[in-house]
């Protein structure tokens, strides 16, 4: 994705109707950070610049994972952005993840949409190996090159 200051972008929703639950490399609230939102107090938000500055207006390659969608759940996701980990800001995990059952790519709800470029997109039923995340930057850094710049 290639996201500007403070832009809202969502990769990714859930419901048909509320903001949550979804995916935001730049969330609509507490600093455009990115956020995994299962539900009301079932999420984590990620520093949007540490290490890996997300809103420069550069193309980053990011790889959001959650392996479940319980507040256990929750305390394991990650990002990680360019082959970094990046840093937790806060987590709240005292609810479950809520109903998913919509999904809407570039959308969260009928509220929020992706104002950032994506170039290339997957989405995977279980938690891929870092491993496996990088081979899938590798890959979509051949495929995009030429037209997207990865770092």
């Given at each position: 994705?290639k996201?500007?200051?403070?832009?809202v972008?969502?990769?990714?929703g859930?419901?048909?109707?509320?903001?949550?639950?979804?995916?935001?490399?730049?969330?609509?609230?507490?600093a455009?950070r990115?956020l995994?939102?299962l539900?009301?107090?079932?999420?984590r938000?990620f520093?949007?610049?540490?290490?890996?500055?997300?809103?420069?207006n550069?193309?980053h390659?990011?790889s959001?994972?959650?392996?479940?969608?319980?507040?256990?759940?929750?305390?394991?996701?990650?990002?990680?952005?360019?082959?970094?980990?990046?840093?937790?800001?806060?987590?709240?995990?005292?609810?479950?993840?809520?109903?998913?059952?919509?999904?809407?790519i570039?959308?969260?709800?009928?509220v929020?949409?992706?104002?950032g470029?994506?170039?290339?997109?997957a989405?995977?039923?279980r938690?891929?190996?870092?491993?496996?995340?990088d081979?899938?930057?590798?890959?979509?850094?051949?495929?995009?090159?030429?037209?997207?710049?990865?770092?």
């Amino acid at each position: 994705m290639k996201l500007s200051v403070d832009v809202v972008s969502p990769v990714l929703g859930w419901h048909s109707s509320a903001q949550f639950p979804g995916v935001f490399p730049a969330a609509p609230f507490n600093a455009r950070r990115p956020l995994i939102w299962l539900a009301s107090n079932c999420f984590r938000y990620f520093e949007k610049d540490n290490p890996v500055d997300t809103q420069d207006n550069d193309w980053h390659f990011f790889s959001f994972t959650c392996p479940g969608n319980t507040a256990a759940n929750i305390v394991n996701s990650a990002l990680r952005i360019d082959g970094q980990d990046q840093v937790v800001n806060s987590t709240t995990s005292t609810q479950d993840g809520g109903t998913k059952d919509a999904c809407r790519i570039g959308a969260a709800g009928t509220v929020y949409f992706a104002e950032g470029e994506t170039a290339f997109f997957a989405l995977h039923d279980r938690v891929l190996s870092i491993g496996e995340q990088d081979a899938m930057r590798d890959f979509a850094k051949k495929e995009l090159a030429g037209r997207v710049a990865l770092p």
